[in-house]
Nanobody, 115 residues
């Protein structure tokens, strides 16, 4: 049974930084794409960033230049470095691992950016 364990959320002032981590525990799987999604109150969940096994990345326009996604394939872990945080970044952040045909979600971690 594979479980994704997230860490690193919290409260930060605008302009600050946070680093999220998500690790797969409980099993050995080959993960194709690792991603971070977020969902703010009253809004749909959106893809924030994703990274392939080979290291190709993509980002939603609103975080380009501020967020960086990276992964450690040996440890089945993905990271999201978030800099220059804005109040609009406030949301619950979820990691997602795609190991076709399986798809795994983390439990979510709250990120709150204050003014």
């Amino acid at each position: 049974q594979v479980t994704l364990v997230e860490s690193g959320g919290g409260l930060v002032q605008a302009g600050g930084s946070l680093r999220l981590s998500c690790a797969a525990v409980g099993g050995v799987i080959s993960i194709d794409v690792m991603g971070w999604y977020r969902q703010a109150p009253g809004k749909q969940r959106e893809l924030v960033a994703a990274i392939t096994r080979g290291g190709s990345t993509n980002y939603v326009d609103s975080v380009k230049g501020r967020f960086t996604i990276s992964r450690d394939n040996a440890k089945n872990t993905v990271f999201l470095q978030m800099n220059s945080l804005k109040q609009d970044d406030t949301a619950v952040y979820y990691c997602n691992f795609n190991a076709f045909p399986l798809n795994f979600w983390g439990q979510g971690t709250q990120v709150t950016v204050s003014s």
